[in-house]
Structures are given as C-alpha cells and as structure tokens.
C-alpha cells in the first residue's frame, strides 16, 4: 500500500511540474556548451521544473520545428535561444494562439516584442562598446593613440543579434576616431574553425598591416590565434586580440600573453529561466528585459581572475 500511495504521490508530483520546453541554437562554442550545461543543471536541481531539452544544430529550420513540437506536446512555457534575430512571426503567432508564454534566452529577435514576456540575456551593443573602449584606451597607453590602426573584424554567424549588436557597438565608438580603421570584416560562424579559416584569409589579404583582431566571441580568436602564428607573427603583440565572452579558453591565451583582453558574456542563465518560469506560470509580473551584468578582464588580471571563472 505505501509503494502504491508513493508512486501516486510521485505522479502527482510530476503532473505539478510546470513542463518547459527550451530550443538551443547547437554547440558552436564554449560559451553555448556552457551555457547548455547551466540550464539542464538548474532544471535537474528545481523540483518544479520539468525541462524538454532540443538541440537545433545552429540550423532555424530544426528550430522552427522544435518549437512547433513544444506546441503539440503542450507545454507550459516555450524557451529558445534565436539562431538569427528574423524569420519567428509566425511561429510566435502560433505559439501566441496556442496561449503558450515565450522567454527568450540569450538572443532577440526583430518580431514585435508582445510576443515574449521576458529577454534574459546581455546587451550586445554595450559589449562592443566596451571591446572598442577598451582598445582607444590601451593604444594610447601603448603611445600608439595617433597612428593609424587597421583592425580586421570577425563577425559571428550572419543575422545573429550578437553579431550584429557587437558590430554596431564597436563601430559606434570607432567612428569618433578616424585613425581607426575596419579593413576586413566576415563571419567566422562563432567557431573555432572558421574563426582560422577566416583569419588565414584575412592574413593572406592583408599581410603585416593587420594592428588588431576584434572577434566577436573567444572561440574564434582562439582559431584565430592559430592562423596567426603559423603565418609566423605573434598573437597579442604584433596583433592585438580582442574577444568576447569570457570564457576559460580566452584566460589561457592570455596567461600565455596571445590574446590581451576579453568582454564579458555570462552564459549562466539556467536560474533566472527556470525563476521566470515559475514566475510566469505564478501570474507574477517579470521584468521586460532581465539585464545580465558583465565586466570586461584585460590580460594583466588573466592569471589572478582564472580560478574563479566557472566557464
Ligand atoms: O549569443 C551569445 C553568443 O553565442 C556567444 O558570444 C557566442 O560565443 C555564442 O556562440
């Protein structure tokens, strides 16, 4: 009788867990592996959340398909991480019609914003900002603030809001200085191995009169790196290196002095998704945008800040 009366309860238990259903771009980078990883440890460790994990192989198409099954399986609430900011309206609309409430995680979108209670994620914009900021002031540290600066740009995958965001924030500030200058940019796809690919093209092009490499996240300034010295130059002296995110990876090539800063992006946005679930299915008011807050580590605290990264 008690196995029976327990194995009820449990039933019970689950069909009170609030079912969520959350589509992730693939595992182009640390940072997405990372980012995977949080959300499936904060799921397994909340005992109100019940997570359907879907990998969509940084392919929209597996996400749209993805999120039309979410909807068939009726769960609670729908999460995704956009692989590219247009092409959502309709499914937005089906999922609107099916009065199933969306989070976006990590990444917007251009659709109307009545679509989806919450965007918990970084402002990519300020991220480029930051990178640019950064590099006007360490020229001019390094004596160099009045030379001409060719920088060579690797955009991440086409469409993106963090490629997009992160270009806009960066070329915002450059604009005010004209002695800086964007002389290639492309998409290495957020990956390591575009990332080399592009930047033996770059190299190829451009030869000696690259000053600076601004990748829009670490993975591919890690490949980067690569392209860099077997072309027979040093990375992080006879080319400055600037990423973004933050991740352990990025710590190492600086420790090694191959790159010299990197803008922070936390990927750790498994707690506040299943908070804002919860919060949701609770009728509870969530904020619009839950901001995520973010430094930026140059190489000199690389060696002191990499203990305590936890990705
Ligand atoms: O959307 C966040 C970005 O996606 C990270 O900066 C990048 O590494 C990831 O692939």
């Known amino acids: 009788l008690l196995m029976v009366i327990m194995g009820l309860s449990l039933n019970v238990m689950a069909a009170d867990k609030i079912v969520l259903g959350f589509s992730q771009i693939g595992a182009e980078s640390e940072w997405r592996t990372a980012n995977t990883e949080d959300i499936k440890r904060a799921a397994d460790e909340d005992p109100d959340i019940q997570l359907i994990f879907s990998d969509a192989q940084q392919k929209q198409e597996n996400q749209l398909k993805a999120l039309r099954s979410f909807i068939a399986r009726g769960v609670d609430v729908i999460a995704f991480s956009p692989v590219v900011e247009t092409g959502w309206d309709t499914v937005l609309q089906e999922i609107k019609d099916a009065g199933i409430p969306v989070i976006l995680v990590d990444r917007t979108v251009t659709a109307d914003d009545s679509y989806y209670v919450t965007y918990m994620g970084s402002d990519f914009v300020e991220e480029g900002q930051k990178a640019a ?10 004596g160099r603030g009045n030379e001409q600066i060719n920088i060579v740009e690797l955009q991440g995958t086409v469409g993106s809001a963090p490629a997009n965001d992160r270009k806009t924030g960066f070329a915002d500030v450059i604009k005010d200085y004209p002695n800086y200058k964007i002389i290639r940019s492309q998409s290495g796809d957020f990956t390591r191995s575009k990332g080399k690919e592009v930047m033996e093209a770059f190299l190829k092009a451009e030869g000696d009169n690259i000053d600076v490499l601004y990748s829009h996240n670490d993975d591919m300034a890690i490949g980067a790196i690569q392209a860099i010295e077997e072309y027979g130059l040093k990375p992080g002296k006879d080319i400055i290196i600037i990423g973004v995110d933050a991740v352990k990876g990025a710590f190492e090539a600086m420790i090694q002095g191959k790159m010299n800063c990197t803008v922070e992006c936390s990927p750790l946005l498994g707690n506040q998704l299943m908070q804002a679930a919860k919060d949701i299915m609770a009728g509870k008011k969530v904020p619009e945008h839950i901001k ?9 605290v690389a060696l002191e800040e990499y203990p305590n990264r936890k990705y």
């Open 133 to 142: 900021n950064w590099l006007i002031e360490y020229m001019e540290e390094q």
């Open 292 to 300: 995520t807050i973010e430094g930026i580590f140059p190489q000199e």
